[in-house]
C-alpha cells in the first residue's frame, strides 16, 4: 500500500532534484486531511475552548476533547481524562518531572539509560538538582542494546523513578519496556516511557505495557507541531500538585489560596494549542483508517534494505546493531565528518540529519561526534531508499 500520494509535500524537489524525505526521526510530514482540519478549525470554528455560551465554543470545545478521546484510543487508556495536552514529549516530561518533586528523597535513584534524548535527561537532573536525588544510566552494550543486567543492578529499592525511551533515536533501539517497567514496579518506583519515536513503529497500549506516564509529541506522527500527549494514571494524576497555575485548571480562586481541578484540566493552564489538537485528532483518525501492521512491516523491509545496501558500500559503518530496530539506521563514512556526509547528501535532494541527535550522551558513550541518521516513515518507498544508497555511493567518490 502507498500512502505517499496524501502527503503533498512529498511532490516538491529539494536542490532541483525529487525530494527523498528521510528525517522522520526529527518530525514526519503531514498529510492533506490534517492540513485540512486545521483550515477548516481557523476558516469555520475558532473559538476560545471551555468557556464562552456561544456555538463557535462548542463546537471548537468539542473538536478538542474528541481529540483527547481519540487519543485514549490511540493510546489504550483506561479514562479519557487520563490523556493531557501538551505542546510535546519535552514538555511532558518536564510537566512529570515537575509534579514529582515532592514524591523524590534525596539519595533516592532516578534511572534513565545511555539511549536517552536529552529531553529524557535534562528535566531528571533539574528534579535531582531540586531534591538531591541521584541520576544512574543503563548502559548499552556494543550493538546498542540495553545492558538487561545492568538494569537489573540500577533498579533497586532505591529507585525512585524509571525513565525510559521506548524506541531509540539515534540507534532505532527497540527496548523491552514491558519488562524494564515490570522491574521497577517490583520495587515501588514510578514509571515514565518517552513514545516519541514509538508511536508510528509500534502499536501502544499503556495498559499493557503499565507504566505510570507515556509521552509522545503529535509532530511526529503526521500531526502538527506545539501539540503532545502526556498519559498518565488517572489515580496518581490526581493524587499529584499542578505544575503551571492559571485559567483553566482551578476549581475555586481567592486571592489567599485556590483549589483546583481534577486531571486533565488540572495540567492544563491557560488556553491549550486548540488548532493543534484538532490536527492531532484527525491525524489520529487517519491513521486508525490505515492498515497499520502492514505498513509497518513495509517500512521494516525498507529499513532492512537500507542496512544491508550501505553495508556494501566501502567505507561505511553502520552505528548500532540493535536486536530489534525501528525506522532508524545510523552511520558512519570513512574520510568524512556526518556533516560533510549530510551536505553531500542534501546536494542530491536527499534530506536527513546529521550530528548528536540531541543523544550527546550515548555518542560519547559509543566515542563518536555524531552519525549520518536516516529514519524512515511510513510513506517512505523503495525509490527513496535506493536513492539514498547511490548518494551515498556518490558521496564516497567525493571523499
Ligand atoms: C523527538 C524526541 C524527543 C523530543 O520531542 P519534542 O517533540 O522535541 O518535544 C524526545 N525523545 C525522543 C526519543 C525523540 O525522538
Known amino acids: 500500500m502507498n500512502i505517499r500520494g496524501d ?24 498529510p492533506q486531511c490534517v492540513i485540512d482540519a486545521i483550515d477548516d478549525y481557523y476558516r469555520l470554528r475558532n473559538a476560545n475552548v471551555h468557556r464562552a455560551a456561544h456555538e463557535l465554543a462548542e463546537e471548537a470545545t468539542a473538536l ?30 518536564n510537566l512529570v518531572a515537575q509534579i514529582l518533586s515532592q514524591r523524590i528523597q534525596p539519595g533516592q535513584d532516578i534511572v534513565i539509560s545511555q539511549l536517552e534524548h536529552h529531553s529524557n535527561i535534562v528535566p531528571w537532573q533539574l528534579l535531582a538538582q531540586r531534591t538531591g536525588a541521584n541520576i544512574l544510566a543503563i548502559d548499552i552494550d556494543e550493538s546498542g542494546d540495553l545492558d538487561l543486567q545492568d538494569a537489573a543492578n540500577k533498579i533497586t529499592s532505591n529507585t525512585a523513578v524509571l525513565a525510559i525511551t521506548h524506541i531509540s ?3 532505532g533501539t527497540i527496548n523491552p519496556v514491558a519488562q524494564l517497567v515490570q522491574q521497577a514496579k517490583a520495587v515501588g518506583a514510578l514509571t515514565l516511557v518517552d ?8 502499536a501502544i497500549d499503556v495498559q ?8 509522545f509529541s503529535g509532530h511526529k506522527m503526521f500531526a502538527p507541531t506545539g501539540i503532545g500527549i502526556l498519559y498518565g494514571r488517572l489515580a496518581l494524576l490526581n493524587e499529584l500538585p499542578p505544575w503551571q497555575g492559571g485559567g483553566e485548571m482551578i476549581d475555586q480562586v481567592s486571592i ?14 491557560g488556553t491549550p494549542n486548540i488548532a493543534g489538537a484538532v490536527g ?26 537500507a542496512l544491508s545496501g550501505l553495508k556494501q558500500i566501502p567505507g561505511v559503518r553502520i552505528v548500532g546493531e540493535p536486536q530489534q530496530r525501528a525506522s532508524v539506521v545510523s552511520f558512519l ?22 550530528g548528536h541527535h540531541c543523544n550527546m550522551p550515548l555518542m560519547s558513550r559509543l566515542g563518536i561526534p555524531g552519525t549520518v541518521r536516516a529514519s524512515f516513515s511510513l510513506y517512505n518507498d523503495e525509490t527513496d531508499v535506493d536513492t539514498l544508497l547511490a548518494g551515498v555511493e556518490k558521496a564516497a567518490t567525493f571523499l
Do not use: W
Open 64 to 93: 478538542m476533547e474528541a481529540a483527547r478521546t481519540k487519543g485514549q484510543h490511540f493510546v489504550n487508556a483506561t479514562y479519557r481524562e487520563e490523556i493531557i495536552f501538551t505542546r510535546g514529549t519535552t514538555e511532558g516530561i
Open 280 to 305: 492531532l485528532g484527525a491525524a489520529f483518525d487517519y491513521l486508525s483508517e490505515l492498515p497499520m501492521q502492514t505498513l509497518i512491516d513495509d517500512e521494516a523491509t525498507l529499513v532492512a534494505r
Open 169 to 171: 533515536n539515534g540507534l
Open 195 to 202: 513514545g516519541a519515536q514509538a508511536v508510528l513503529h509500534c
Open 7 to 30: 502527503f503533498p509535500i512529498l511532490q516538491r524537489t529539494s536542490r532541483g532534484k525529487p525530494l527523498v524525505y528521510l528525517d522522520n526521526g526529527a518530525t514526519t510530514q503531514k
Open 256 to 269: 489567599e489560596s485556590s483549589t483546583y481541578q481534577n486531571a486533565p484540566f488540572r495540567f492544563e493552564a
Open 208 to 215: 499493557a505495557l503499565d507504566c505510570d506516564f507515556y509521552v
Open 333 to 354: 563514512m570513512d574520510g568524512g565528518h556526518p556533516n560533510d556526509v549530510g551536505t553531500l547528501l542534501d546536494q542530491q535532494g536527499i534530506a536527513l540529519r546529521t
